[in-house]
């Protein structure tokens, strides 16, 4: 039906030069590294929940990236409840659950672009910058990283919003995302998001 | 995740060499030619209904492919309780609502394979033959079709079972299917979804 | 090598408003209702000429998107040199053989975007309005101009530089294009290419 | 022109298992670290060239996948000549330069996937494996292999068959792609290519 396609995300857009992507913070931790990987995660959790409250008031779109664990039947909000309550993660999420405003793109594999609306979505929200977090830093952050590359997105994945089995392995791939993708790794507290801030102090164009 | 995607769809794969695709059936009608094509969409309906009852015995895969009426941050469940309960359109949602098998795909534009996960769930399932149906023919069911043909799929668009403003300009998307993308346009009833059967009266899911 | 990558397409870059494609009209014209259509794709090459050689005045880029006839092992020159020597239309193709500083691309598909680089390429050159022109009509012209209107491109399609088999297969076309895909319809010399050309007189390339 | 599509690539497909990529080998070597990695770049070649004249006699498609040096108004054949007369890596290029029956795609950015007809390609050959090798093994290999594991490609990268900048940061690329992408790295001449081998001397479906 055209015409509501004129405008993708409905009568509230939220346009802004950063987005911020959490990369399947919803998880239910069942895979064999899973306890090495939350000792990191719980910590890097409250980091990001931080982070997305600075984002929240700075009018910058959140947007969740997520695996959706092979249920293509099931919906996004399920599958949050189901590892709120019964993963071993639960902290995580329950720190990290989605709210009203979030966006939330679901991927069937290791990038968040793959096969997936996210491009599209970003594009209407006309994302230069992306804010890259989530788990796990080597991996599902990394694909996406590279694929948000080639797309020409300025990268941002802040070290202490990532985390991976070992420390070591994080880093690693931090150093990679800076080396071969020109990402900015500093860590979230420094990250400004406070150029767009003044911005939508005048009467921005498009408001929530 | 990778292990997790070793098989995109969880535990229970569908693979048939047919798929049903319901194309904005979850609607909430709510556009200016909606009353004429409301005429046209309850007895579809009833047809697309028979249909997918028979795809469901004969083990193919049933997907709604909608619309999400640019809501990227509702879920579709709750898409469909709006569209069935305050639409103009609600006895067409009532019959055709989604149930717990069958696998839905978000899609931001006219065409369900533009920027969604489509292609990979049918590669997945192992579909051929793509059965196309629901609102409106000659629009998001005929850029759908487009795309389904360059991507190699035999196209069926059963004639009884897409509806669009007039009668004249659902033929006459049908007329042109039937032409440039040779597409068998025979009424739902006559597909034989037979074959298949056969193989599906083995313990179904998941072989092959 | 990523530094090649900055800028896409060389040290001269054509950014502009607009691109001129002509698609398909590379073409050994070795089908079977080819005589029917060069009948009209005589006169639409001169057509089509005198507006590239407009658009080429007004720093529009010229972009060539050409089946390859299955030949992924050969390139376009040589294709062009076939079809200009021994094709039934070699004097459609050689009216509007590629110049110097024409882009191809070659696509394997009925449209232009699938599974090709034209998306990136015309976002490199910052396109927002194509103009659509080539063979046929109301099959690879249509199929394109589908795929670039779920890209949110605005549409050109000048009635006379287009043609299908029969006049009226390409009116039914275009009246679809103008009705679906809000193209714009009207003959090439009322295409104002203006506002642009004024920007071009400014010593050319690569601004804005 | 539909009828032309087919058979995507002509009257002499090649199907097989496999397929043989050669990645950015085409190269003006006109960057800063061109001399450290020509070092490398030499004797690879050599082991690249045997490879590929086993991949011919056992019927295996051979595909240069090859930036084109911001250029998409010259052709492929003429960066040839340029790079093999020119370049400071022409030994390379002369050894590895491309021969009739080869492939090529042209790639705008890192990954031989992203916005070209690689994976089209590659679905009419009934592709099931890849060796990847070329130019740089921690780099455009490396992007192209992380896409090629998300389209559910096996991977082979034989060590001897990529470069990188240093020895150390090849070791690491595959070492990366041995882990996350469970690509099989043994050196070239160890790859068998023999079942193919077998098969093909069957009455084969699809011969050149």
Known sequence: MPEKNIDLHGSAPDKHKFALLLIDVINDFDFPEADQLLKYARPMARNLLRLKRRAQKAGVPVVYVNDNFGRWKSDFR??????????????????????????????????????????????????????????????????????????????????DCTVSNTRRKNDSALALMRKFLKADTRPSARISLGVTQKKSQQPRKCRR
Chains 1, 2, 3, 4 share one sequence.
């Open 78 to 159: 399920r599958t949050v409840e189901h590892c709120s309550q019964h993963g071993r993660g639960r902290e995580v999420v329950e720190l990290l659950r989605p709210e009203e405003n979030d966006y939330f793109v679901l991927k069937p594999k290791h990038s968040g672009f793959f096969s997936t609306t996210l491009e599209t979505l970003l594009r209407y929200l006309e994302t230069q910058g992306l804010i890259l977090t989530g788990i796990a830093g080597n991996f599902c952050v990394l694909f996406t990283a590279n694929d948000a590359y080639m797309r020409d997105f300025n990268l941002f994945v802040p070290s």
